[in-house]
Every structure is written in structure tokens, then in C-alpha cells.
């Protein structure tokens, strides 16, 4: 559809010349002989561009720049002006006008306006659209308790500038926690730096960290800037940081008790004002007690502890996560959207998810990329799969049931021993949650072949 672009201007004989030049170009032109009809005129139907006169009776055209630019940020604004000077021309571009054209206006200068103006607009949607899907990729998926706590964390200590320490198992979603906090922070608008501990060799890590100096050390061949220059009025965040060896250990300690630090190789103290994520798989307080960690460290990293929950402790979030995983799948490859029928996902919450989410990701694409159909049923999953499942998986689905009293007792049965395994057998726990009566649980049970001797 071509663009439509609107006319301001008091001179009878710029609107029609200008208007009928334009429309000759293929856009739709609209007219307004005044700043008030212009504002009347965009209210009703906002235009993709605006062409706007700075010297007209009653409300000129900066004024009128102001007040379209508060109420339509995103429209771009032409000044045109046959009074022209730099002054006008600064506070135009100040007011938020996208180009300044004198007149006599010549088509060419007028035509090379508009295409920019009209891409430079397209690129602020794009990017528009890109800060959304980024924002979305920074937001944790789930509504269980375990999830809402976690979230609540976040956002009580993502505004503060206190050092977060991130623990939890592989594949839980630390970085995920990590960005989350940056992108909450009042640091948003900085770089957030990732440094994985694990993955750097031991006579590297200083350099990345610190930065070197040219001829620190062989093929050190110019100044380099390390991790904590760029991560500067910004979050740094320390993956896997129970991997960090003993030396680097004590420098880290110094920078997060000084802010200030020396490249390798160099003598002079950089200071730096830079907020420190850190996160790690181990158990920490065993690493101190062998020796591997420094307590001191430790004390300054858990200023505020946060631990994300494993996946096995939170299985209701999975049909969730599920279609997360096939919207994102759908988006980035040309496979199309797929469904999984309601009991492959019964299916799914009743396994323990060793690798945690990251599993559940790679599991959801196999099945994506490998089942040939639209629909991905129970015939769909992979044996291999099956096998890690406890055996009473082979009867979870109450679809297959006969009748509708078959299909309600076989999911009261699953329901009532999932509950049963999450309150370890505890009977009292088990009917309080599920809100029943202790004896009415023993007689559910006894009905469906639950035996007690289980507890």
C-alpha cells in the first residue's frame, strides 16, 4: 500500500505544487492550510509522513512540531521553510523533525526526504519488534509457585546494584535468571558481559578478565580491554564461577571490594563502576570445606542468594514451556507450527528431567524435526524415551480408555500417585492438598489399586 503523507502549509500555491507532485510519485497526499487542522487531521487518520511549514499564522510550525512529536513520536516530520537558517534548523531537528528542506523546494531533494524518511521509519519498527522479542526471551516461563517466587525475587533485586549470586543445576536457566535481573535494572541501557569461568584456559582467564598490555606476554601484540572495561557502568556476569582458580579468585575478590584493577602487565589502576552476577552448578560450601573456594569470596558473592528451581520441581510449567519451545521452532525454521496432543504432555510431566529445561528444548525439537505429522501423538515418541519413563507410563493415557468411568478412574489414578510421590507418600499431606479428607484419600486409593504399603 503507497504512503500517505500529509501537507502543512498556509501557501496555497506549496500545496498544490508540492501535493500534485507527490501524488504524480504514486503517494496519497492529504492537506492542511494550518497547524490546528493538521493535529484534527492526524488524530483522525495518522499519516506515514508529514511535511510541516515553520512559518504560519497563529501556531507555527515548531510549536506544532512539539505537540505532533508528543502525541506521534513514531510519524516523521519534514520542516520546510523559506526562511531558513541554522538556528531554526537545530531547534527543528531538537523538536524531533527528521530532515529540514528549503524552499524553493526541488522535487529531487524533496523525493531523496521521503524514501529516507520512510525507511528510517520501517527500521524503527523492526527494531521496535526486535526489542519486544528480546524482552520476551528475557522473561522466565511458568505460573507454579516455584516460578512465581523466583520472579518475585527477581524483581525485588533486580533495581538494587547488590552483587546477585544464581545457583541451581545444568540447564535450569541461570543466564536466563542473569539477564532477567540486568534487563530489570536501572543498568538496562549498558552492556550486561558473560565470562564462563569454566570454559577459559587458566592462563587465559586473567587477560580476559583484566585486559592486558601490549607485550605482557608473547602474541600480546596491542592493548586489549578485558571483561570488567567493557561490562563498565554495566553487569558482568561469572558463569560457572566455582570453576575459577584460587588466584583469580583473590583478584575478583579485590574488584568487587575496590572496583579497581590492573591490566596485565600494566601499573596503573583502572577504577570501574560495574555490577557483578555470578552463578555456579556446585555446591560451594563443599568447595570451601575441600579447599577449592575461598570463603571470603563466597561471603561477598551471596549478598543475595537466588536459586532456581529444577524442572522435576515444577512440572506443571511443562505444557507451557512446550509451547514456548514449538512457537520458537515454528518461527525460526520452515517446518510450520506442529502440535502436541494432551497425552504426550501428560507423558512428559511425569518424567524427572535430569537435564532440566534445556532437555525438555532439545526433546521438543527432536520431536518437532522427526515426527513427519501435524499432530505428534504418543506413537510419535521415541522408544529410547519410553524406556526412562516408570512403567505405569504405559497405561497414562486415559484417550485410550472405552468408556468415560475407564478414562476418569485411569487419571485419578495418575493424578492421585503423582500427588502421593511429590508429598513422599504422606497421606495427611497429600489429602490436605489436594482438599479431601485423610480417610476419603485411603478409600480413593484402596478403589484404585493404590496400595498403602507403598508409603
Not at 86 to 105: Q, S
Not at 265 to 290: H, Y
Not at 400 to 417: G, K, M, N, V
Not at 432 to 445: D, F, Q, T
Request: glycine content about 6%; charged content about 30%; proline content about 4%.
Amino acid at each position: 500500500m503507497e504512503s500517505r503523507i500529509l501537507i502543512v502549509d498556509d501557501e496555497a500555491s506549496i500545496l498544490k505544487s508540492l501535493g500534485g507532485a507527490l501524488q504524480d510519485e504514486g503517494y496519497r497526499v492529504s492537506l492542511a492550510t494550518s497547524g490546528d487542522k493538521a493535529q484534527e487531521d492526524i488524530r483522525k487518520d495518522p499519516p506515514d509522513l508529514i511535511f510541516l511549514d515553520i512559518w504560519m499564522p497563529g501556531k507555527d510550525g515548531l510549536t506544532t512540531l512539539k505537540e505532533i512529536k508528543k502525541s506521534f513520536p513514531q510519524i516523521p516530520v519534514i520542516i520546510i521553510s523559506g526562511h531558513g537558517t541554522i538556528e531554526t534548523a537545530v531547534k527543528a531537528t531538537k523538536f524531533g523533525a527528521f530532515d529540514f528542506v528549503e524552499k524553493p523546494l526541488s522535487l529531487e531533494r524533496i523525493l531523496v526526504s521521503i524514501q529516507n524518511a520512510i525507511q528510517f521509519q520501517r527500521l524503527e519498527e523492526e527494531n521496535l519488534l526486535w526489542r519486544q522479542r528480546a524482552m520476551h526471551r528475557h522473561q522466565i516461563t511458568g505460573e507454579s509457585a516455584a516460578i512465581q517466587s523466583l520472579s518475585a525475587q527477581i524483581e525485588r533485586a533486580a533495581p538494587t546494584n547488590a552483587t546477585v549470586f544464581i545457583t541451581g543445576e545444568n540447564g535450569t536457566g541461570k543466564e536466563l535468571v542473569a539477564r532477567m535481573i540486568h534487563h530489570q535494572s536501572r543498568r538496562s541501557g549498558r552492556p550486561m558481559i558473560e565470562v564462563n569461568c569454566a570454559a577459559i584456559p587458566e592462563e587465559l582467564i586473567e587477560s580476559e578478565l583484566f585486559g592486558h598490555e601490549k607485550g605482557s606476554f608473547t602474541g600480546a601484540t596491542e592493548r586489549r580491554k578485558g571483561k570488567f572495561d567493557l561490562a563498565n557502568e554495566g553487569t558482568l556476569f561469572l558463569d560457572e564461577i566455582g570453576d575459577m582458580s584460587l588466584k583469580t579468585q583473590a583478584k575478583i575478590l579485590r574488584i568487587i571490594q575496590e572496583q579497581i584493577f590492573e591490566r596485565v602487565g600494566g601499573a596503573t589502576p583502572i577504577s570501574v563502576d560495574v555490577r557483578i552476577v555470578a552463578a555456579t552448578n556446585k555446591d560451594l560450601q563443599k568447595e570451601i570445606d575441600t579447599g577449592n573456594f575461598r570463603q571470603d569470596l563466597f561471603y561477598r558473592l551471596n549478598v543475595i542468594p537466588i536459586h532456581v528451581p529444577p524442572l522435576r520441581e515444577r512440572l506443571e510449567d511443562i505444557p507451557l514451556l512446550v509451547e514456548e519451545f514449538i512457537d520458537a521452532y515454528a518461527y525460526e525454521s520452515a517446518l510450520g507450527r506442529k502440535k502436541i496432543e494432551p497425552e504426550v504432555l501428560a507423558m512428559l510431566q511425569h518424567y524427572s528431567w535430569p537435564g532440566n529445561v534445556r532437555e525438555l528444548r532439545n526433546f521438543i525439537e527432536r520431536l518437532i524435526i522427526m515426527s513427519p505429522k501435524e499432530n505428534i501423538g504418543l506413537k510419535d515418541v521415541p522408544q529410547d524415551f519410553l524406556r526412562l519413563l516408570p512403567d505405569r507410563q504405559e497405561t497414562v493415557d486415559p484417550y485410550a480408555q472405552d468408556t468415560l468411568r475407564e478414562a476418569r478412574a485411569q487419571f485419578e489414578r495418575e493424578y492421585l500417585l503423582r500427588k502421593l510421590e511429590q508429598f513422599s507418600w504422606n497421606v495427611s499431606l497429600t489429602a490436605a492438598e489436594i482438599g479431601i479428607e485423610r480417610s476419603h484419600l485411603h478409600r480413593k486409593m484402596k478403589l484404585l489399586g493404590i496400595k498403602e504399603d507403598t508409603e
